[in-house]
Every structure is written in structure tokens, then in C-alpha cells.
């Protein structure tokens, strides 16, 4: 019987990318006829918001001789103007002026990316086939609530796949080796009826700092994370990422508490996370993304987490469908 396959010949086999939205920035990052490059999914992109206010997403090559628009590219208006010889796209991404010519060509267009500006962040819809977005960006009250901080932001470059960092969440197992906590908390996972928002109950009585933490996922790179640590002891954390490559991921968390918690909760909780996440590092930049491991029976929410996530990518078939 073999046991072990021969000769495994890819052992990383890292997935490309899901759908679903993710951050390119923070709103007051762009500023009106601001030119910024976004590197996402693999490409180079470029962001700038139009004279009204209007971000703006879009493949960086220009269709003529592949200057990249987000390096000295400028806002006229409502449109971008490329660096080398001036062409003028819009943002739908039709070429709108050549300065030396009279015609446009039918294809100088630029792909333009489904953005939506919310919770002060700029979002991207993405999608293998660059079809429309499936689901709403969920609202985030606690951002306009008087009784809740202002927010904190932290961004991190961590080294790993969109989708191992978010099946970080759903692996009790590892804070007990990872972050040292003195047992494996329970933890529940559920899924919502229509199967795509997930739900992460962990009882961490026994850390450091006791608390209960409820997770909701609503996607690979977007959490939504509740800590409490009694009654009107609360802290939310905003969780969103940009997707690099597929090995290299760009986290941006905005944390909120309780105005009751600010000085014993704000900064500290801030640093205890920060610090947490560095546990991690070794374990993300050293590791390969297994497709198919070997799980054992008290794997169950990482089992979970599996089929949960298979949602987001596009199967053989889907493929064989719309080719
Ligand atoms: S490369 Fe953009 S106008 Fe020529
Ligand atoms: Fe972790």
C-alpha cells in the first residue's frame, strides 16, 4: 500500500484568487486628482479620484505603448491622461482624446474595475470573469456611533494568501502553539442559511485578557471581528484585504471600543493584536498552501472552513460553462 505519494511534484499549490471585494485604500488616502498605483490580483492598477470626487480603478498599461498610468499619469477632470503621449481615458475607460490625432482607435480602452467607496475605505469588486458584484458591502455602524472611539488603523504586508490568513481564524488549535495560550479555546463555526457568511464563536475565558470573540466572515478578506470582555465592554475590529499575489497580502484593520474602555482597551488591545500577528509571520512565510490536507477528527472547523470557501472560486465546470 502506498502511504506516501512518490514523487509529489508541486507542493505548493497556492489557488488563485476568490471573488469578492476587497480594499485598494483608505478614503482620505486619495485625494481629489490624486494618481496613486495599486498592485492587485496579480496586475498592476491605477486608482485616482476625478475632479467631482470619484474613485476610479483601472488597468495601469496603456493600450498604446504601455506606459503605466499610475506613474505621472493626471487627472484632467473626469478622466486620466497618460504620461507619453498625452491619450485621455475615461472613467469608463473608453479613450476620450489623442492630442495628435483626430481618430480614436476602437480598442484604446482600458479595463475599469466595479469600486465602491464606503466605511472610508475604497473597495473593489473582484471577479475571475469580471462580472458584477453578487452581495452588498456590509454597513459598519459603530464608525458613526458617538458612544464608540474613533478609529484606530493598522496595515500590515503579510506574507501569505488571502485565503490562509482568513483560515487562520477558523484554526483554534494554533493559538494554543502560535500565541501561546494555555489551551485550545472552544470555538464554534457556524454558516448563515444562505451559505456564505460564516461565523466564528471562541470562548477565550482562560487568556490573558478573558473575553468572548465572535467573528463574521463574509468572504475570504473581509471579517468583521467583536470582542467582549463584559457588559459594555466591546471592541470591533474591521478587517480588509488587498490581495498582492498570490503570495503576499496587504491587511488593513480599523479597530473601534467602547468610549466606556478607551484608556484600559484602545491602544493596548491595539498593541496586543499587532503583537499577535507577528506570531504568526514565521508560521505564514515558511508555509505552502496545502490543497488537499491531511485533517483529523478535531479539525472539524477548518474542515468547515474548507467547504466554505470553495464558494468563492469558480470550478472546472463553471469554466467549461462560459468558455
Ligand atoms: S503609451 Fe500612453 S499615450 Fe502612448
Ligand atoms: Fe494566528
Avoid at 500500500?1 to 484568487?17: G, H, L, Q, Y
Avoid at 495599486?38 to 496586475?43: L, S
Amino acid at each position: 500500500m502506498t502511504i506516501v505519494d512518490a514523487c509529489e511534484s508541486r507542493t505548493n499549490t497556492t489557488p488563485e484568487f476568490p471573488m469578492g471585494w476587497f480594499s485598494v485604500s483608505r478614503s482620505q488616502e486619495l485625494l481629489v486628482g490624486e494618481v496613486q498605483q495599486v498592485q492587485a490580483f496579480d496586475r498592476e492598477l491605477v486608482l485616482y479620484r476625478t475632479r467631482s470626487g470619484e474613485a476610479v480603478l483601472q488597468d495601469a498599461y496603456c493600450p498604446h505603448l504601455g506606459a503605466n498610468l499610475g506613474v505621472d499619469g493626471r487627472v484632467v477632470g473626469e478622466s486620466i491622461r497618460c504620461p507619453f503621449h498625452g491619450w485621455r481615458f475615461g472613467k469608463e475607460g473608453k479613450c476620450e482624446e489623442i492630442p495628435y490625432c483626430e481618430e480614436i482607435p476602437e480598442r484604446a480602452c482600458i479595463r475599469t474595475w466595479h469600486v465602491q467607496e464606503k466605511n472610508g475605505e475604497i473597495y473593489v469588486w473582484f471577479h475571475p470573469e469580471n462580472t458584477g458584484p453578487r452581495w452588498q458591502l456590509p454597513d459598519l455602524p459603530e464608525l458613526d456611533d458617538p458612544n464608540w472611539t474613533s478609529p484606530r488603523y493598522a496595515e500590515f504586508l503579510v506574507p501569505a494568501h488571502v485565503q490562509d490568513i482568513a483560515e487562520n481564524s477558523c484554526d483554534p488549535v494554533h493559538f494554543q502553539y502560535v500565541h501561546r495560550q494555555p489551551d485550545v479555546p472552544p470555538s464554534q463555526v457556524t454558516i448563515e442559511d444562505n451559505g456564505r457568511i460564516l461565523h466564528l464563536h471562541s470562548d477565550a475565558s482562560k487568556a490573558e485578557i478573558p473575553s468572548q470573540l465572535h467573528a463574521t466572515v463574509y468572504s475570504p478578506g473581509f471579517a468583521i471581528v467583536r470582542n467582549t470582555y463584559g457588559p459594555g465592554a466591546e471592541m470591533v475590529m474591521y478587517n480588509s484585504a488587498q490581495p498582492i499575489s498570490r503570495h503576499e497580502t496587504k491587511m488593513r484593520w480599523t479597530l473601534t471600543v467602547r468610549r466606556e474602555i478607551e484608556d484600559l482597551a484602545g491602544d493596548d488591545v491595539m498593541k496586543g493584536i499587532i503583537d499577535g500577528l507577528s506570531d504568526d509571520y514565521p508560521i505564514w512565510a515558511n508555509k505552502v498552501h496545502k490543497r488537499r490536507p491531511v485533517f483529523c477528527k478535531g479539525d472539524e472547523t477548518l474542515v468547515l472552513f474548507r467547504q466554505w470557501v470553495r464558494q468563492f472560486y469558480l470550478t472546472e465546470n463553471d469554466r467549461r460553462e462560459t468558455a
